[in-house]
């Protein structure tokens, strides 16, 4: 059990028991030391870089030319991320907490809707709340925004696991962003102050943050753009994976879905080719789309297949390979199923049922298929 699934005040005991293990060096029994591991890092990269948890935290900002430069680099994450931080602000509108969008060194770029409150809870949103704040970890120590940029991931933080005593006012959830590139460009961070907890919220932050990351991905130069889905898993327009290809065939961007689904970790470079990906040539994505397809099968290297949806970017048309002619040389589908077969048996060095197994189909679908591409060849 984690510690965000304990209830109060057995909750804030177990982070008081934590701090005093991990923080403060006591002796309190592997029970009460229990920590998540990526929340125990940060305080420990904390401690390494001389910090105390008394010590006072400024939120200062950055210099205005500093932020005038964050604000120009940052300028297309803006645009994709106001529609989704203005749908945020009615979400969580009842709940005392607003969102953040920071860069990836952790500098404010924009803030949704305050909420209402007392004076001090006002005092202490505004000191975060800022464009230009710098509210990276070696400013500000532990906090979802530090976190999620420094783990590459989701992640709840509540009171009293933030590392220095002025920042345990706050609960927080955070969620990286990454651009079409599959660098990390950002953060997105739900944060309340003295507010219940209120853990769901990582789930709308990351919900939240995918929205973003399509939208940049929608708004990427691209010659040919595919909505893909697994067979029978129908997924709205946030649930999908987008991928963007070049003229000659070569990926340009994708978002976080595709790159799950294609196995091309974030950051993951140089950027593959179609042919890298998919177990067929290119040139047929770009004649689907041309066709007006509306959904194509379309099977991967490792024996797994894809709905793919493909879709010509708007007056793409002229750069996009010409169509390909039907000719002999023409391979179909099925042969190059039959070529994706025999170079999982041979990789195999003969053994059916071992490049079955890789493939995730029968040994007799094996032997089907190459029967008949010898028929064929005979």
């Given at each position: 059990m984690s510690l965000p699934s304990l209830h109060l005040p057995e909750?804030?005991?177990?982070?008081?028991?934590?701090?005093?293990?991990?923080?403060?060096?006591?002796?309190?029994?592997a029970h009460g030391a229990r920590v998540e591991p990526w929340l125990l890092r940060s305080w420990q990269r904390c401690l390494a870089a001389g910090h105390r948890p008394q010590q006072r935290v400024g939120f200062d900002p950055v210099t205005r030319q500093a932020a005038r430069r964050v604000a120009e680099r940052n300028r297309g994450l803006l645009s994709a991320a106001r529609p989704v931080l203005a749908s945020l602000s009615r979400a969580i509108a009842d709940t005392r907490y607003f969102a953040i969008l920071t860069d990836a060194d952790g500098i404010v770029i924009e803030v949704g809707?305050?909420?209402?409150?007392?004076?001090?809870?006002?005092?202490?949103?505004?000191?975060?709340?800022?464009?230009g704040v710098d509210l990276s970890e070696r400013a500000v120590g532990t906090t979802a925004i530090g976190a999620?940029?420094?783990?590459?991931?989701?992640?709840?933080?509540?009171?009293?696991e933030h590392?220095?005593?002025?920042?345990?006012?706050?609960?927080?959830?955070?969620?990286?962003?990454?651009g079409p590139a599959g660098d990390c460009i950002g953060m997105l961070d739900l944060t309340g102050v003295q507010v219940v907890e209120r853990p769901e919220?990582?789930?709308?932050?990351?919900?939240?943050?995918?929205?973003?990351?399509?939208?940049?991905?929608l708004a990427h130069p691209c010659t040919l753009l595919?909505?893909?889905?697994?067979?029978?898993?129908?997924?709205?327009?946030?649930?999908?994976?987008?991928?963007?290809?070049?003229?000659?065939?070569?990926?340009?961007?994708?978002?976080?879905?595709?790159?799950?689904?294609?196995?091309?970790?974030?950051?993951?470079?140089?950027a593959p080719h179609c042919q890298e990906l998919f177990a067929l040539p290119p040139e047929m994505l770009f004649d689907a789309a041309r066709r007006g397809d509306s959904v194509m099968e379309v099977p991967l290297w490792s024996g797994l297949r894809v709905q793919a949806r493909p879709q010509l970017a708007h007056g793409a048309q002229r750069s996009a390979p010409p169509p390909v002619q039907v000719a002999p040389g023409l391979p179909r589908l099925r042969d190059v199923e039959a070529a994706l077969i025999r170079r999982a048996v041979d990789d195999a060095?003969?053994?059916?049922?071992e490049a079955a197994r890789a493939l995730g189909i029968s040994r007799a679908t094996v032997y089907r298929t190459l029967?008949?591409?010898?028929?064929?060849?005979g």
């Open positions: 909750r804030s005991l177990a982070i008081a028991q934590a701090r005093r293990a991990w923080i403060d060096g006591e002796s309190v029994g809707a305050l909420p209402g409150g007392s004076e001090a809870t006002a005092r202490h949103a505004r000191d975060i709340a800022r464009v999620a940029l420094a783990e590459r991931d989701s992640v709840w933080l509540h009171r009293g590392f220095f005593d002025d920042t345990s006012i706050y609960s927080c959830a955070g969620a990286p962003l990454f919220l990582r789930h709308l932050a990351v919900l939240s943050a995918r929205h973003i990351e399509n939208a940049l991905v595919l909505h893909l889905n697994w067979p029978g898993y129908g997924g709205g327009p946030g649930n999908e994976g987008l991928l963007c290809i070049d003229a000659d065939g070569r990926v340009t961007g994708a978002n976080t879905v595709a790159r799950q689904m294609l196995h091309q970790p974030p950051g993951h470079h140089p060095r003969g053994n059916v049922a029967n008949r591409a010898r028929r064929g060849a």
